[in-house]
């Protein structure tokens, strides 16, 4: 009955001409696609090379047996060697893959290496030393195969010694890998079982190679595929990749790997100058020199065009420095495209795993990140120090989207009095966030966070109406209030729709520009000065008039007076104090004063917090003070209180 699957007395060479077919196709798919160049990617790729030589010498054998190929007694045994040898050397191939599968990175450990690698050890042995070959087989002198009395013992042996020993790694380390990992290398096992089975009940079938090839298809789409995928066009790999080898480390190792995290600085003006060709060429050449650091236990994720990561599984804190410093120093040489060589400058920072980095969430927080002009270019950081901060600013910037979402911002005033005539004349509108969890957030670390997160311009829009909103309701006004000053992120300078959208809710309210006054800092991250004249330019012709806030810092300077026709100059607080330090600071603090009262513009000095430091200034000539003496910012009605007690009591 079984007739068409072979002939008694005959082997079947359709199932291993199938497997060989079979082999070098899925040989083909997984070549073709770029893998990592590690450990468990090369045991694959010989398990098949073996499949598809045992597949070829057993065929060769059997148009031997089958009597359809007539060769000399040593190419007889030659050939059945290589069958026999290779076929059996399977066992050993895919425990330590499929082990490899289990232990993720770590390459099989040396005691369980030694292990493993007996029963192979045993085999070739047999196999290759001819008196004890013919123990297992030999070729009589009429050319006819015939079992040895070892056969048995030599071959089943073997199988059973690795079924053996990989059922003893499994049952030790049993809650230390992933389940699914289990699930398939166990199905994997049983399938190569079974085709054992098969041909022991009928050798003629030779059907075993086919049923295994069948299991490595199964181990190809299943697992090897599902892997790691490699971004196109690069050489490297994606976040995907990172994502999920970094769920494996959490899930079940206990070794520390360590994550090297590389964020590139964008240089927009650069851009421009050099154009798109150029810089493209630029970054391939960034990414290919990333892309050699990959190595066996090595890899290197893109996450965006400027932010690499390399991580070092089952490494040491030394070979995680060297590899950080070795990167740090390239990015402090040159890069050349073209002739063209450019310096980009970068960030590199070093974290343990599972160490520094304990949950998927704040690989996400550590590696994903771009260049953060907070963060120093010039050593090689630890994620301890970085990550305190980095967490902070990702709570806070959650609490500014909640607060943006939930529309709890506040808008909280501070009076500003003129010394000339005792009252106080306008008031600088401050934002107040309180979270739930981080109660109040000071402006001055959540505005930069919402720059960095482009939420910024909402905000200031809310504040802008809020204010518009108070003005409407007349209050301020009707108690002697000219004006009120509403802080201008530089990054709502880039917004060439501000002009418009501040135009309709003055509209809505029916406010003035003249009833609010902007105060803007000079900033180094303006990335178009273009666009931010143009959008001052626009403010400007509305009717709005301009301060220019925290002058004195680092930030705001003199030739910036010049740039723009403000109409107040805002001295920081730090000039007032440190004006008490020394005389030369008190004489540089009254040339300021001087300085900007002749160049015609208004002096606001921030930060009185004394009756000394107000009779100072009051005696430097200087008319408008801002400070804790007076009020701290207050919410509307408080700030009206004070106002109408303040003007009240000064009239
Ligand atoms: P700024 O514009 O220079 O505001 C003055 C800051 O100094 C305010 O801090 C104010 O509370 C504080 N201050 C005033 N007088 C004194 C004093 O006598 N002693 C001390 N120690 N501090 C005093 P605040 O409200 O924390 O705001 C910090 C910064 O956050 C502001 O500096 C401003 O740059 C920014 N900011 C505040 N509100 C907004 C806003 O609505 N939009 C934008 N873009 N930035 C804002
Ligand atoms: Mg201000
Ligand atoms: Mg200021």
Not at 569 to 592: A, G, Q, T, Y
Request: hydrophobic share 45%; net charge negative; with cysteine.
């Amino acid at each position: 009955m079984l007739e068409f699957l072979y002939t008694p007395g005959r082997y079947n060479l359709n199932f291993n001409i199938c497997a060989i077919l079979m082999d070098i196709l899925i040989l083909f798919f997984f070549l073709s696609r770029k893998r990592a160049r590690d450990y468990r990617t090369s045991l694959f790729v010989w398990l098949m090379v073996l499949l598809i030589i045992s597949a070829a010498a057993q065929n060769a054998n059997a148009l031997i047996r089958n009597g359809l190929w007539d060769a000399s007694n040593p190419v007889r045994t030659l050939v059945t060697v290589i069958a026999h040898y290779f076929h059996n050397s399977l066992s050993f191939l895919l425990t330590l893959y499929l082990l490899e599968i289990l232990e993720n990175f770590r390459n099989v450990r040396r005691r369980d290496f030694c292990f493993i690698a007996i029963p192979q050890m045993a085999l070739s042995v047999f196999e290759l030393i001819p008196p004890l070959r013919s123990l297992i087989y030999y070729y009589d002198a009429a050319g006819v195969y015939h079992h040895g009395p070892a056969y048995n013992v030599v071959y089943y042996g073997i199988i059973i010694a690795y079924l053996i020993i990989g059922t003893c790694i499994l049952l030790c380390d049993w809650n230390y890998f992933a389940q699914r990992d289990l699930r398939y290398v166990i199905y994997v096992t049983a399938g190569f079982v079974l085709s054992m089975m098969v041909s022991w009940i009928n050798p003629y079938l030779r059907v075993t190679l086919f049923l295994q090839s069948l299991c490595m298809l199964g181990v190809y789409v299943n697992i090897e595929n599902d892997r790691e995928t490699f971004e196109e066009g690069t050489s490297l790999m994606s976040r995907n990749a990172l994502m999920r080898e970094t769920k494996i480390l959490f899930e079940g190792t206990d070794y520390t790997s360590y994550i090297i995290s590389v964020r590139i600085r964008k240089n927009d003006l650069y851009e421009v100058m050099m154009g798109e060709d150029i810089t493209s060429g630029l970054i391939r050449t960034i990414n290919s020199w990333m892309s050699q650091l990959s190595a066996d236990r090595v890899h290197v994720y893109h996450l965006s065009k400027l932010t690499f990561a390399v991580m070092m599984f089952n490494s040491t804190e030394e070979k995680a420095q060297a590899m950080a410093e070795m990167i740090l120093n390239r990015f402090n040489r040159e890069w050349e495209y073209k002739d063209t060589p450019a310096v980009y400058s970068a960030q590199v920072l070093i974290g343990s795993v599972p160490y520094d980095i304990s949950r998927s969430e704040q690989m996400l927080v550590f590696a994903d990140r771009g260049f953060d002009a907070n963060l120093p270019t010039d050593r090689v950081l630890y994620a301890d120090e970085v990550m305190k901060a980095d967490a902070r600013r990702a709570v806070v910037e959650v609490a500014v989207n909640r607060a943006l979402v939930k529309n709890t911002f506040e808008v909280f005033y501070q009076p500003i009095l003129d010394t000339s005539t005792g009252r106080i004349h306008s008031c600088e509108a401050l934002v107040r966030m309180k979270d739930k969890g981080l109660g109040y957030v000071s402006p001055e670390e959540f505005i930069k966070i919402a720059e960095q997160a482009g939420m910024v311009g909402k905000i200031g829009e809310i504040v802008f109406e809020k204010v518009a909103k108070f003005i409407s309701e007349k209050k301020p006004q009707d108690l002697g209030i000219e004006f009120i000053e509403v802080n201008l992120s530089t990054i709502q300078c880039m917004d060439t729709d501000l002009p418009d959208r501040f135009a309709e809710i003055l509209k809505h309210y029916g406010v003035s520009t003249k009833q609010i006054n902007l105060e803007i800092t000079e900033s180094a991250v303006i990335s178009s000065e273009s666009t931010m004249d143009k959008v001052l330019n626009r403010l400007l012709q509305m009717g709005f008039s301009f301060s220019l806030d925290d002058f004195g810092t680092g930030s705001s300077n003199y030739s910036y007076i010049m740039k723009y026709p403000f109409s107040i100059i805002k001295v920081d607080r730090s000039v007032l104090w440190n004006s008490f330090r020394n005389h030369d600071n008190e004489v540089l603090f009254n040339n300021m004063i001087e300085l900007i009262h002749g160049l015609r513009k208004e002096a606001v000095v921030e930060g009185v917090e004394t009756e000394n430091q107000r009779n100072r200034l009051i005696k430097a000539g200087v008319r408008y003070l801002q400070g804790y003496f007076y009020s701290k910012p207050v919410p509307e009605e408080a700030f009206l209180d004070y106002v109408r007690r303040f003007n009240g009591a000064s009239l």
